[in-house]
């Protein structure tokens, strides 16, 4: 038996000062104003009281003047006797209290001109007996009585603040402006007020301030409608901030704010963190950009998939560029780069991918496909390979940094960008898949749905950009499963549907609302935290700056990390060999079973036949991929030239009623009348389900 003593040599916490004790109590007792607890605070404070003494001067004149209004309004109705008119017009009895009226009235002149009477001969009788002093004491004292009865209160006529100038700072010294800016746009009621959680506090270039809603209001309306606040306040939509204020903190009705200076986007553009530094770890956000704070923004890239979209000339490529970069000095990614623009935007980025084209040609089209199948193949081998890794070595299903950065396992981080994504999308080649006929923009569509479902668990990333953000360029289902979606300028609030998601433009995110001159400036939807918190919906964000010469720096850079690691390979290190495709392992993964060629046969030719009637097939022409539930009647009818009246019988006759819902407009949201594009899709399929069947009764008689 072994006897021990245990010894503890770690050294004993010394007891804190009485004035450390007598601190800690001062900053945590809730009875000591937050001014004095803060330096910031106490600044803050200080000047707010130095203003509000060169200001009161101003604002005891403006009180009396207020209050003399008020008492010459008030002197007004009693002398009139407005009350006992209004009364008897009420009840319909003016003609018989006219006499009355007219008595009262002049009794209470005579009251007037006696009380005229009565003070005169008082002032004069001070004047006498004690000088102008008397007559100053009761200018003072009528001063005073006029100040208290003109002070600002809610609902008195004649005392709601006139503001002179900018509001923007008119808030920040007196919370009741701010009060009023909410009332004012309607976010909350007349009877209403605020309750200020964090006073108006200097951040950065603008001014913050964090309130609590009413009981009954939600601070996504708030986000909502934030350019009905901003009008009030008096600043262009772009320069507020609002935000819902989450987590152990927030609750849905409390809304942080932050009113800048200035347009935070009309200074220059700053140049991209990545050319201080040799090389990034991929596993870790990209530098993207920054916001109206000046906050740097992180773009996380790895377990997720990117879409960017933007008209011409708006900063997409250089947004694509900033997302790629990070990941060219990471010399363990493997990246595949297509630029179907064909431009110089991309050539730098020839040195250091495994895989590269620049082209806009079906023959590209098709290269492409090549290799959407090989890097279907490689995620299935990647799945593969993992079960048969330990719990140590793999903890679940997907790809970790050490497994992305061991060789002999062969799961490198892998990139896929495309620029102009919209190009083998849209492309007609007619392709041949196990049997089945498809277009190449079909297939292509398909294989990258599946990437996106699947691939970056196992480490392999999807950047897309394109300058056709709509429903027809772009497959509903493929757009449902990129995570991180980036929108640039666009050219109304449907496209910018399209990227961010649906009905994002009610809950405040527009990118058709951007200014034209704001180049680079976009809304990002993150998908993973960022700089602004890991609750945030969605923020707008300008992109670092990254011109041709910086990027032709970071992919030489990137080559030679490559180099001196051993990993450059594929089109960058001279190889050209093909990918190995497996079209019947692919074919089947991304549940393109192949029929029979009898049967394929008898599909297309009974395909061939079914047409849909007037108007149905025009409306399903014109919504083809559109990512919309409800489609307007008033819409349907401009954009196939029909009259309105004749259209909605048409359609009522094909199956296919209308009905009413709520659509988002320039005006607001508003009631119209309109389809449900699943009902259009329904009677479509009745129409052709039916023809089948009437095709199928016809062979066989014919048999």
């Not at 200097?202 to 913050?208: C, D, N, Y």
């Not at 008096?234 to 849905?252: F, K, M, P, T, Y």
């Not at 040799?278 to 916001?291: I, L, N, Q, S, Y």
């Not at 004749?646 to 949201?669: E, I, N």
Request: some cysteine.
């Amino acid at each position: 038996m072994v006897e021990a003593e245990f010894v503890n040599d770690a050294p004993p916490v010394p007891r804190p000062s009485w004035r450390q004790q007598f601190m800690n109590a001062w900053r945590r007792s809730p009875r000591v104003p937050l001014w004095a607890k803060d330096r910031v605070h106490a600044v803050q404070a200080a000047k707010d009281v130095t203003v509000t003494v060169v200001r009161s001067p101003f604002r005891f004149l403006g009180a009396v003047v207020r209050g003399l209004v008020v008492a010459v309004r008030w002197w007004r109705s009693w002398v009139t006797v407005r009350d006992y008119r209004e009364a008897a017009e009420q009840s319909e009895k003016l003609a018989d209290k006219f006499a009355d009226i007219r008595a009262l009235t002049l009794f209470r002149w005579k009251v007037t001109g006696a009380t005229v009477a009565a003070v005169a001969v008082a002032g004069m009788v001070g004047w006498l007996l004690y000088g102008p002093r008397a007559l100053w004491l009761a200018v003072a004292v009528v001063a005073v009585a006029l100040a208290v009865l003109g002070r600002r209160r809610d609902g008195s006529p004649g005392r709601r603040a006139v503001l002179a100038g900018p509001r923007t700072l008119t808030w920040t010294m007196d919370p009741q402006v701010l009060v009023d800016a909410f009332r004012d746009a309607k976010l909350i009621g007349k009877d209403e007020t605020l309750r200020l959680v964090h006073r108006a506090t200097r951040q950065g270039e603008g001014w913050a301030v964090t309130v609590d809603l009413p009981a009954t209001r939600k601070a996504v309306d708030v986000v909502k409608n934030r350019d009905a606040l901003a009008s009030a306040l008096a600043v262009d939509e772009i320069q507020l901030s609002v935000e819902r204020v989450r987590g152990n903190g927030g609750h849905a009705g409390r809304v942080a704010m932050w009113v800048a200076d200035e347009d935070p986007y009309s200074a220059p553009p700053i140049r991209t963190p990545l050319l201080m530094v040799e090389r990034w770890d991929a596993w870790r956000p990209v530098p993207f950009g920054t916001d109206a704070r000046a906050r740097r923004i992180d773009l996380p890239l790895v377990w997720t998939s990117v879409l960017i979209g933007a008209i011409p000339r708006q900063g997409k490529t250089m947004a694509e560029r900033l997302a790629a970069a990070g990941m060219i000095l990471d010399p363990y990614v493997r990246l595949y780069v297509a630029d179907f623009k064909n431009g110089k935007d991309w050539k730098a980025a020839e040195q250091v991918a495994h895989r590269f084209m620049a082209g806009d040609d079906s023959e590209y089209v098709l290269r492409f496909v090549d290799w959407l199948v090989e890097l279907v193949a490689d995620v299935q081998a990647r799945y593969r390979r993992m079960q048969d890794l330990d719990d140590v070595t793999c903890p679940e299903s997907k790809v970790t940094p050490a497994m992305s950065r061991d060789v002999a396992l062969g799961m490198p981080i892998t990139a896929l960008v495309v620029d102009e994504v919209q190009i083998p999308l849209e492309d007609r080649t007619p392709v041949e898949v196990q049997g089945k006929k498809m277009t190449a923009g079909e297939y292509c569509g398909e294989l990258l749905m599946w990437l996106a479902k699947k691939a970056p668990a196992a480490g392999v990333i999807l950047v897309l950009a394109t300058q056709r953000p709509d429903g027809k360029t772009i497959p509903s289902g493929l757009r449902a499963v990129l995570g991180s979606r980036f929108a640039l300028r666009v050219m109304d609030w449907r496209d910018s549907n399209i990227i961010l998601g649906e009905q994002m433009n009610t809950r405040g995110y527009d990118s058709s609302r951007l200014l034209p001159s704001h180049k680079g400036v976009g809304i990002l939807r993150p998908d993973g935290e960022t700089q602004a918190g890991a609750d945030v919906l969605a923020l707008t964000v300008r992109t670092f700056y990254m011109p041709n010469e910086d990027w032709r720096e970071i992919c030489q850079r990137g080559r030679a990390l490559r180099e001196a690691e051993g990993t450059l390979t594929g089109h960058a290190a001279g190889q050209e060999a093909q990918p190995v495709l497996d079209h019947a392992a692919v074919a089947k993964a991304i549940g393109g079973g192949a029929p029979a060629p009898a049967d394929a046969e008898r599909v297309d030719e009974i395909e061939i036949e079914i047409e849909l009637p007037e108007p149905l097939a025009s409306v399903v022409d014109y919504l083809n991929e559109d990512g919309r539930d409800f489609v307007p009647s008033a819409e349907l009818a401009d954009a196939l030239g029909v009259e309105l009246t004749a259209f909605g019988r048409d359609m009522a006759k094909l199956g296919c009623g209308s009905t009413r819902d709520r659509v988002p407009t320039d005006d607001g949201v508003k009631q119209v009348r309109g389809y449900a594009v699943a009902d259009i899709r329904t009677a479509a399929e009745r129409h052709r389900d039916a023809a089948v069947i009437e095709g199928e009764v016809i062979d066989h008689d014919d048999r």
